[in-house]
């Protein structure tokens, strides 16, 4: 398994970060995805691995599309999806490639690539390419690290083909409602994200 990042969306950017932080979570401004109404903070999770905390950006207008990752119909934080980084995007159907960039407070732009699986649930990662950008957790701390990582669902075999089919791996384990969950340990404590 390649776990770029983790996304933990929420509808109220400034007070999930400070929770976080309150939680022992050192969340780093990324930045705004400018023209697509969201930005987000960033926290190392150990090595190329990274928690991405994305909501609605203030500062920019609504924009003409829904949010990215259901940001719009959430009521309340939650761990969607997840990212697994790849050098070149395989073989099975994927909606994209799809270029996208940011420029970090200290001025530097980043650009990559991403694409999805069709069905879009979360459970199965979207994949990503930073081609010869530099990687965002190259400048967090990493003082949190990621302990576990899992999926839950009704069918585990179905997701496992899915996830499988990426060349990718994830703990799978059978239960009624879908759903991912992340153990993380802080300087602090352990915190669960669902």
Known sequence: ???????????HLDTTV???????????????????????????????????VIGPDPEQPDPAEPRSFGID???????????ARVSGFPDPELLGPIPMSRRRPDGVLLEWELAFPP?????????IDWHDSPHPAETLEH??????FRCVH????????EVGALG??????RGDRPGLEAELTTRTGSVILR
């Open 1 to 11: 398994m390649t776990i770029d990042h983790l996304v933990y969306a929420t509808p």
């Open 18 to 52: 400070a929770v976080l932080r309150d939680q022992g979570i050192p969340l780093t401004a990324g930045g705004p995805h400018v023209g697509r109404g969201t930005r987000n903070f960033l926290a190392g999770l150990g090595g190329d691995t990274y928690l991405e």
């Open 73 to 83: 119909e959430l009521t309340g934080p939650r761990l969607v999806t997840w990212a």
């Open 119 to 127: 069905g879009g649930d979360g459970l199965v990662p979207f994949l």
């Open 143 to 148: 003082s949190v690290r990621l302990v576990s």
């Open 154 to 161: 009704p069918s585990p075999e179905v997701i496992a083909r």
């Open 168 to 173: 990718q791996s994830l703990r799978i384990d």
